[in-house]
């Protein structure tokens, strides 16, 4: 319960919280892009609906930290209102739609974290979000399926479906490292019992998505390349022009209803 | 003989009120009328979801952003009922996508205006998807069966659509100077556009005739367009807004609103090309499906290997 945390708890598990969010929005806002540009219209459709999946996810994540802000700060003030550089996600997340192959390689990646992320953080000892968690993972379980199955028929099916589908391991593998770390707030949060220690899902996942990629005849890459900074805000190119695109209406006009 | 004799009987069920369904003798005109209006429909869908997509990224709060979002998404599943449903009549998704990309087949000519703000998104789902709901509401009592039936299924989303739209205005109207001037520039620029979706004047209309009399079409162009105009203006006079025909005036007499006359000009010029975005939505359809090319080669050929596994 909100009321009876002491401040510095409640402080730690709204930053906590909004990452979460920012996950969530970030990832969301690239897979709704595909909205119009899928390469067929079954695919428009199911993309879009994993996409509402991460947005309904940002707003139960942010609306919590309305909560526990409880300041004023709404929903759309953590969407609209914070920088690039406050922005504290993953930088898988921000990393472009990219071609198809790229897009779906980097959901496998993403799906099957979330994936073991929320089956601990379904009992976490802060009930909202272990609520949360536990509508999640029903989605996620369902996004891992589509992404699981896309990745078969994209590295099994043509020689140009394989290459693009190497190709998309290969340049994403790097931005994965960071999925496993743990900074001061995170070992707070897990000591409490709130957060999850991610350095416990690596062994999993690892042994998950290499005997998909293995499934899929696809080469697991070397471990030689690691990009890390989302959760300071040190982000790539990608998230501030993104964030201006998705911010531009809301910032053009501040404070109103929409 | 033959022939005339299920010519009558086609007319006799027609006139009956008796559906019409694929399996059922039609006259060859009858199917490509159907075949016409139905992937044209189907396309409008599609197409549609150009407009409103552009807004997806740019959506001011998330909560709009996840209704434009499964708007725009709800619009696609429309395509796919509408594709489906023209298929009954013996012609593929693939032949009615060659057909829209190739120019020959067409799609509503709204969607060749640009969506230049955010509160188009609320003129569109308020005007043009209401405009719409008058069009299938009648659609719903089609002779043919699968047709109707989409129409039914169809009218309650977008007249969900149509409420959402609509709320945005109000939101917006009620908001700043700046949202309420932004509102009033949209609604200028969607009304005349959303009345010419009805199409040309009665005497003017190229399908009007067989289509009424076999039942494919239920109203007229002009009857429906009138609907329309009587059950926008209190809604617009509701939002505070000016309403875009300055002639527009209540007659009593005949309980329904005289209105201005549409600039068929313009209406004519879009159709035939000269529209904002004639050519960038039909580039878009193409590229779009053209970038997928691979994707959908890759999970053919996976079908086709597992297949062969199995045997």
Redesign the interface.
């Known amino acids: 319960m909100v009321s009876d945390m002491n401040e510095e708890t409640k402080q730690a598990v709204l930053n906590y919280t909004i990452r979460l969010g920012d996950d969530a ?1 970030v990832i969301g ?1 690239r897979i ?2 595909w ?11 199911a993309l ?2 994993v ?2 999946d991460f ?2 996810r ?2 139960m994540f ?1 609306g919590y930290a309305e909560e526990l802000a409880d300041d004023g700060r709404k ?2 003030y953590f ?2 209102m914070r920088d690039h550089r406050e922005y504290q996600n993953l930088l898988i997340m921000e990393l472009p739609r990219g ?2 192959a790229y897009t779906m390689v980097r959901q496998l990646l993403v799906d099957v974290f979330n994936l073991y992320y929320l089956e601990q953080l379904i009992s976490s000892t802060d009930e909202t979000l272990a609520a949360i968690a536990g509508k999640a993972i029903k989605e996620t379980r369902y996004h891992l399926r589509r992404s699981h199955e896309w990745v ?3 590295g ?3 020689d ?2 394989k290459i ?1 589908a190497q190709k998309a391991v290969d340049d994403i593998w790097g931005f994965t490292h960071e999925l496993f770390d743990l900074d001061e707030l995170e070992q707070q949060m897990a000591d409490a019992g709130i957060g999850v220690d991610n350095r416990s899902l690596q062994q999993d996942w690892s042994a998950k998505v290499k005997s998909i990629l293995e499934e899929a005849s696809l080469i697991v890459p070397e471990d030689s390349w690691k990009v890390k900074g989302g959760r300071e805000g040190y982000h790539t190119e990608y998230l501030g022009q993104m964030l201006n ?2 911010q ?3 910032r053009a ?1 501040p404070g ?3 | 003989m033959v022939e005339i004799d299920q010519q009558q009987k086609f007319q006799n069920k027609i006139d009956a009120e008796i559906k019409i369904e694929p399996k059922d003798w039609m006259p060859e005109a009858y199917r490509k009328n159907l075949i016409r209006q139905i992937s044209q429909h189907a396309h409008s869908e599609v197409i549609g979801m150009q407009p409103e997509g552009n807004w997806i990224t740019r959506a001011p709060s998330l909560r709009r952003k996840a209704i434009l979002l499964a708007k725009v998404q709800d619009e696609g599943g429309h395509g796919l009922y509408l594709y489906s449903t023209a298929e009954t009549l013996g012609i593929t998704r693939e032949e009615m996508i060659n057909a829209l990309q190739d120019g020959s087949a067409r799609y509503a000519s709204i969607f060749n205006y640009p969506t230049q703000t955010w509160a188009d998104v609320g003129a569109i789902g308020w005007l043009v998807d209401g405009a719409a709901i008058v069009n299938q509401i009648s659609l719903q009592r089609t002779s043919y069966g699968p047709y109707s039936r989409s129409m039914v299924r169809i009218c309650k989303e977008e007249s969900f659509h149509q409420r959402q739209g609509y709320e945005l205005m109000l939101t917006l109207s009620r908001g700043s100077e700046a949202q309420k001037a932004m509102a009033q520039d949209s609604l200028n620029r969607f009304y005349w556009p959303s009345l010419m979706m009805f199409g040309p004047h009665d005497t003017e209309s190229a399908h009007s005739a067989s289509s009424m009399k076999w039942k494919v079409k239920r109203e007229t162009n002009d009857d429906l367009r009138q609907k329309f105009i009587d059950q926008t203006a209190p809604q617009i006079e509701f939002l505070g807004l000016q309403h875009p025909d300055k002639d527009l005036k209540w007659n009593d007499e005949k309980g329904q609103f005289d209105s201005g006359e549409i600039n068929w000009d313009e209406f004519w010029r879009v159709i035939n090309g000269d529209g904002h975005c004639n050519r960038q939505r039909v580039q878009h359809h193409i590229n779009a499906h053209k970038e997928g090319a691979w994707v959908r080669e890759a999970m053919a050929s996976y079908q086709q290997k597992k297949k062969s596994k199995a045997a």
């Open positions: 929005v806002h709704a892009e909205c119009r540009n899928a390469p067929f219209l079954e695919e428009d459709l879009s609906n996409a509402l947005i309904g940002a707003r942010y929903e759309d969407a609209y071609d198809f078969l028929r994209l099994l099916g043509t140009e479906s693009r695109e998705m531009c209406v809301h006009n109103l209803e929409w």
